[in-house]
């Protein structure tokens, strides 16, 4: 998925704060611990998260910077198929078995029940689109107050 917007922010100023591992993480903290991959200098960011994994572009533009985020979440793992039931026949006693009453078995023990299955820990798409929208938005807010003293 991507998201596009043009801040009214320099590059100099974007790129300050995306190719920071601290400040990128800030932002991109719902796809987990993050970290930068790859940069090439005051345009592109390569990230991976634990839980997604994607890339920051900048481009000057006339009034701005063009920012576009994209994220690849991994599709979450399909559950194991269900394991079916040997069936096995009940074994017929042995011809001594009746004088060997004391070495019989009780009852076998049952067998443990299986935990349930991990919930999936990746993000869906809606999500992550609204995790990049919300990137987007703090990137492009003021973070000063103007005209006070």
Known sequence: MEAKRTLVKSPPELWAEVSDVAALAR?????GE???TRTEPESVVEW????ASG????????WGTK???TAEVPPPPEPPPEAEPVATEPSRPGR???LAWWRRAVDPPAPEPEPP???PSGLDEDEAAAVLDGVLDTLGAAHHRPFSR
């Open 27 to 31: 932002h991109l903290g719902e796809f």
């Open 34 to 36: 993050i970290h930068i």
């Open 48 to 51: 991976e998260g634990d839980r």
């Open 55 to 62: 890339t920051v572009r900048l481009e000057p533009s006339g």
């Open 67 to 69: 920012v576009t985020l």
């Open 96 to 98: 001594f078995a009746r």
């Open 117 to 119: 299955p991990p919930e």
